[in-house]
């Protein structure tokens, strides 16, 4: 059972940075893919950036590119998520999802995703 335990969100005002970190239990290179998601009060979970640890390859939605940026660590278990020029738009609970099954990408559903960190928020105020 992969546990995932994310951290460094906070509050922050419009263009200000934050990077959000993920600490995996077992290794990261693993699994499948990795994603962050993230989900404003009264709106649907959505994809913000995904990755293929053993491979690199990363996918982001089109609201964060040019702006967020997703890798990893393997030799610490940790995958990031760097997020500049942010809007308060951003707001939300944002999650760490792991899979360790083949996928033909990773740009992926939060359902094709198996394993979730508990969230941490991240307030983006104008």
């Known amino acids: 059972q992969e546990q995932l335990v994310e951290s460094g969100g906070g509050s922050v005002q419009a263009g200000g940075s934050l990077r959000l970190s993920c600490a995996a239990s077992g290794y990261t290179y693993s699994m499948y893919c990795m994603g962050w998601f993230r989900q404003a009060p009264g709106k649907e979970r959505e994809g913000v950036a995904h990755i293929r640890p053993g491979r690199g390859t990363t996918y982001y939605a089109d609201s964060v590119k040019g702006r967020f940026t997703i890798s990893q660590d393997n030799t610490e278990n940790t995958l990031y998520l760097q997020m500049n020029s942010l809007k308060p738009e951003d707001t939300a609970m944002y999650y760490c999802?792991?899979?360790?099954?083949?996928?033909?990408?990773?740009?992926?559903?939060?359902?094709?995703?198996?394993?979730w960190g508990q969230g941490t928020q991240v307030t983006v105020s104008s």
């Open positions: 999802a792991a899979r360790p099954q083949y996928a033909a990408g990773c740009l992926l559903p939060r359902n094709a995703y198996n394993y």
